[in-house]
């Protein structure tokens, strides 16, 4: 089987995958898009042209904080955690998230 296009992400559904992502600790920018991309076995390529807005939105709701700190090759690197105000975030968005795709696909199985 050949290799596939990247999808593109539903709208909506960036800022939900942040939040998960970080949801296990702190991390920079490239460290999120990494994860995204691995954890996604390379479905979900998220570019810095999407995440970087992203992660402002996500610090002007008050979902995140941000420090500037060193990265693993000792580049300056800011670096997001997630808030507690994040956390009910997650936890409300990936609801109505997972509501819309059973939803989806309760349209899908008809006949």
């Known amino acids: ?19 998960k992502a970080l949801a296990s600790g ?7 898009a990494h994860m995204l991309k ?4 390379d479905v979900l390529n998220v570019g810095e042209s999407s995440l970087y ?7 002007l709701n ?3 904080t941000a420090e500037w700190g060193a ?12 808030t507690p105000a ?4 997650l936890i409300a968005e990936r609801a109505d998230f ?8 309760r349209v899908l199985r008809t006949t």
């Not at 559904?13 to 939040?19: C, E, G, K, S, V």
């Not at 702190?26 to 999120?32: P, R, S």
């Not at 807005?53 to 610090?59: D, G, I, M, N, V």
Request: proline share 5%.
């Open 71 to 82: 990265s693993e090759n000792n580049r300056r690197a800011r670096y997001y955690t997630l």
């Open 53 to 59: 807005p992203a992660l402002q939105r996500l610090l």
């Open 98 to 105: 997972e509501h819309m795709v059973a939803a989806i696909q």
């Open 1 to 19: 089987m050949g290799q596939r296009e990247p999808l593109e992400l539903l709208p909506g559904t960036l800022d939900l995958l942040i939040l």
């Open 86 to 89: 994040g956390r009910k975030q």
């Open 26 to 32: 702190k991390m920079h920018g490239y460290g999120i």
């Open 38 to 41: 691995v954890t996604s076995e």
């Open 62 to 64: 008050g979902w995140v």
